[in-house]
């Protein structure tokens, strides 16, 4: 990735529509950090995770179709209230 970084720069040396944006007083000096985007670093992130082999491990048991109930159902309490076991 190029990056360029200018420090000290003056506030009224900078494009309007960058002072524009910059909510400081007008005698401040500013650093500029411009750096080359990359759309493909976001894909390239989802991928390695999608990849991993772990990815997806209990898409095909029936318990969890319903992520939410699986979930509620792990989240509840084991016992109730006056110390009795839950009954499922």
């Given amino acids: ?5 200018i420090e ?16 400081v007083a ?4 500013v650093t ?4 080359e985007e990359r759309a493909d670093e976001e894909h390239k992130t989802q991928t390695a995770l999608t990849s991993n082999p ?10 969890t179709g319903d992520a939410t109930a699986y979930a509620r159902k792990l989240r509840t309490p084991r016992y109730d209230v006056d110390g009795s076991r839950h009954q499922d």
Avoid at 1 to 5: A, E, G, L, P, Y
Avoid at 26 to 29: D, Y
């Fill in 26 to 29: 007008k005698n401040t000096r």
């Fill in 54 to 63: 772990l990815f997806g491990m209990w898409q095909d048991r029936e318990e």
């Fill in 32 to 35: 500029v950090r411009i750096e």
């Fill in 8 to 23: 000290h720069v003056a506030l009224n040396e900078l494009p309007a529509a960058w002072r524009a944006q910059l909510h």
């Fill in 1 to 5: 990735m190029n990056t360029i970084v």
